[in-house]
T-cell receptor, first 119, second 114 residues
Framework: GAGVSQTPSNKVTEKGKYVELRCDPI?????LYWYRQSLGQGPEFLIY????????DSGLPNDRFFAVRPEGSVSTLKIQRTERGDSAVYLC?????????????????FGAGSRLTVL | QKEVEQDPGPLSVPEGAIVSLNCTYS??????FMWYRQYSRKGPELLMY????GNKEDGRFTAQVDKSSKYISLFIRDSQPSDSATYLC??????????????FGTGTRLTIIP
């Protein structure tokens, strides 16, 4: 597609429920990133995929969070036993490569985000 | 203390004014410096990036990096109402994973008054 597509745009759930957020990156982009943006804060890194594999998951806050990218394109962020503190906008970004900005190729394009509210 | 500090504002200036936005950081390993613009209910959009120290100009926008002071700036000349948005600084360091793991500031909310 023309841009990074994220669904749902809004999700309201109850504490303790399971949530899945989907990201459809720009066609041909091999690198995919998930970030989380809390109200009044900048985005915080969660996880990075190069192809199908999670190359860096150091930003996942705990084992309730998990992400997959089985075919190297669409990615799903999964949150188990949601807590009120998980409420945030979850941003997905993709880029052509993941190997550095100096070549000019690795510009991250962000989606509009999925706004998660846990009641 | 956060790795990247940015005044959250809000900042309001009249149309046509020069706007100065800045961030400080503590991680000396940062080598890539970026400015993103984020409109309400949208994802961040890359405005400019700089590798290491120096200045970079693109139209009405100028980015400056001073690594000795760990200080970066974004200047907007002839500001327009359409520039009203939140401006986020972001930085990254080379990593074993080869990825652009960005560390963002909190963002400065800017309003240009017509």
């Amino acid at each position: 597609g023309a841009g990074v597509s994220q669904t749902p745009s809004n999700k309201v759930t109850e504490k303790g429920k399971y949530v899945e957020l989907r990201c459809d990156p720009i066609s041909g982009h091999t690198a995919l990133y998930w970030y989380r943006q809390s109200l009044g804060q900048g985005p915080e890194f969660l996880i990075y995929f190069q192809g199908t594999g999670a190359a860096d998951d150091s930003g996942l806050p705990n084992d309730r969070f998990f992400a997959v990218r089985p075919e190297g394109s669409v990615s799903t962020l999964k949150i188990q036993r949601t807590e009120r503190g998980d409420s945030a906008v979850y941003l997905c970004a993709s880029s052509e490569t993941g190997t550095g900005l100096t070549s000019g190729a690795n510009v991250l394009t962000f989606g509009a985000g999925s706004r998660l509210t846990v009641l | 203390q956060k790795e990247v500090e940015q005044d959250p504002g809000p900042l309001s200036v009249p149309e046509g004014a020069i706007v100065s936005l800045n961030c400080t950081y503590s991680n000396s390993a940062f080598q890539y410096f970026m400015w993103y613009r984020q409109y309400s209910r949208k994802g961040p959009e890359l405005l400019m990036y700089t590798y290491s120290s120096g200045n970079k100009e693109d139209g009405r926008f100028t980015a400056q990096v001073d690594k000795s002071s760990k200080y970066i700036s974004l200047f907007i000349r002839d500001s327009q109402p359409s520039d009203s948005a939140t401006y986020l600084c972001a930085m990254s360091a080379p990593s074993n994973f080869g990825n652009e793991k960005l560390t963002f500031g909190t963002g400065t909310r800017l309003t240009i008054i017509p």
